[in-house]
């Protein structure tokens, strides 16, 4: 069983930046992409980012391209999230994940606990 923790959440005025960071247990983190994805209140679950197992490639959503940044190291089983230029709409509960295989638009696997962000105005 793979055990995701987020971590660096908080409160952040409009226009800041923050950075996550999910550290991961197990063996297969190098094999396998991982993903953020967050849950604002009374909306469903959505996708914000994933880089495959080797780092080469990255996904994003059209809400966050250009604002935020995945990044891992493998030698530390981490996966980063900075965001910059952050809305009040980034507000929510951001979830690590770890997906099945090595490709980014490999299906998720394990979920972390999440980490809430809350951006004010």
């Known amino acids: 069983q793979v055990q995701l923790v987020e971590s660096g959440g908080g409160l952040v005025q409009a226009g800041g930046s923050l950075r996550l960071s999910c550290a991961a247990s197990?063996?297969?983190?190098?094999?396998?992409?991982m993903a953020w994805f967050r849950q604002a209140p009374g909306k469903e679950r959505e996708f914000v980012t994933s880089?495959?197992?080797?780092?080469?490639?990255?996904d994003y959503s059209g809400s966050v391209k250009g604002r935020f940044t995945i990044s891992r190291d493998n030698a530390k089983n981490m996966v980063f999230l900075q965001m910059n230029s952050l809305k009040v709409e980034d507000t929510a509960v951001y979830y690590c994940?770890?997906?099945?295989?090595?490709?980014?638009?490999?299906?998720?696997?394990?979920w972390g606990q999440g980490t809430q962000v809350t951006v004010s105005s």
């Open positions: 197990g063996r297969s983190f190098s094999s396998r992409a």
């Open positions: 880089i495959s197992r080797n780092g080469d490639s990255t």
């Open positions: 994940a770890q997906n099945s295989g090595g490709s980014v638009y490999s299906s998720v696997l394990y």
